[in-house]
């Protein structure tokens, strides 16, 4: 693998900024911008944004210079990288206005709404960023639109995807129930504009539902929350393998064996467990792409 990075050419916050790319690992791009202290809050995505006056640094690093439409044509062929469509639904005003969306009276609830997208856009994340929760959202759209719940229950169903992340501490079923304990911290002041008690607990079990992915078979709205946040696994051969990308770099110094055997331990647990998708239109539309993922990766892993 290399990286490269291109010319600072551009403008932000007063001075010029060049872009830090890998041709094939977003863990040994993080690994590399960590050991030359660049932080993890200037990656964006699929790439680190670093100001002028940490160029040549990162060129005796180990950084390789080439020019602007070099350095974005190896980020394409990388498979790392975002689209613009992608990255555009995954801004945070794009995801506010979403938010808004959700609200007979979007001002009492912003607030919520962008301390949820400062959670998701946390520097730690790499996987479990705004680009995760845009496209759960989007998947979440594409599968209701199939199924046949009330308004009120796609309403909780797409604030339980909110949530359902708002913690990442990497921390398994941990993470789940503090994001679910949010919800009622967060929703609990908007009681009696909209917001009852009753939807805060269902809001709360479903973020719980995405713990371990096993709704009942009659918890149809349980189901879809699951398929939304599981829909990246049935995504194209691209989209996944940039996936376990950003999962490796999210958990980038754990050393190589450890991560293998606890992925592939992952990886096979899911393969046995039934079925993935647990919604009709989820299992059409995914089921069969997932299953040939997951072992596609679990053959690399053990490679």
């Known amino acids: ?20 790319v890998s041709d094939g690992s977003l863990q040994e791009l993080r690994l590399f911008a960590r050991a030359a202290q660049v932080r993890d809050r200037a990656l964006d995505l699929d790439h680190y944004d670093v100001p002028a006056e940490r160029y040549d640094a990162l060129v005796a ?11 974005a044509r190896r980020l394409a062929s990388s498979g790392l990288r975002v689209s613009g469509a992608e990255r555009n639904r995954a801004k945070r005003a794009a ?16 607030a919520a709404g962008e301390g949820l997208v400062d959670r998701w856009r946390e520097p730690h994340r790499v996987y479990h960023t705004t680009l995760h929760l845009a496209a759960a959202l989007d998947a979440l759209d594409a599968v209701a639109a199939e199924s046949r719940v009330s ?9 339980a995807l909110w949530f359902h992340d708002a913690v990442h501490d990497g ?12 919800v009622a911290e967060l929703l609990g002041p908007l009681a009696g504009t909209g917001v009852s008690g ?16 096993d709704p009942a078979s009659d ?22 393998t940039r996936y376990t990308h950003q999962v490796r770099a999210e958990y980038c110094e754990v050393p190589d064996p450890l991560f293998r055997a606890g992925r592939s331990e992952v990886l096979r647990t899911l393969l046995a467990g039934g079925p993935l998708f647990r ?5 059409a539309r995914w089921q069969d792409a997932a299953e040939a993922n997951l072992r596609d990766e679990l053959a690399l892993l053990a490679a």
């Open 61 to 71: 690093a180990g950084a390789v210079p080439v020019d602007g439409g070099d350095l």
């Open 151 to 159: 308004e009120r229950a796609l309403w909780r169903a797409r604030l």
């Open 95 to 110: 995801l506010l206005t979403r938010w808004d969306g959700l609200w007979a009276d979007p001002g009492l609830a912003r």
């Open 171 to 182: 921390v398994a079923q941990q993470d789940e129930q503090r994001s679910a304990d949010l």
């Open 279 to 283: 919604t009709a239109p989820g299992a």
């Open 219 to 240: 918890d149809v709205v349980g189901g879809l929350v699951s398929d939304a946040d599981l829909a990246v696994l049935g995504g194209s051969a691209g989209v996944y």
């Open 1 to 20: 693998m290399t990286l490269f990075i291109d010319p600072p050419a551009w403008p932000a916050h007063g001075t010029l900024f060049s872009h830090l």
């Open 198 to 213: 009753g939807d805060i607990d269902e809001i709360a079990r479903l973020v719980m539902v995405t713990a371990d992915h």
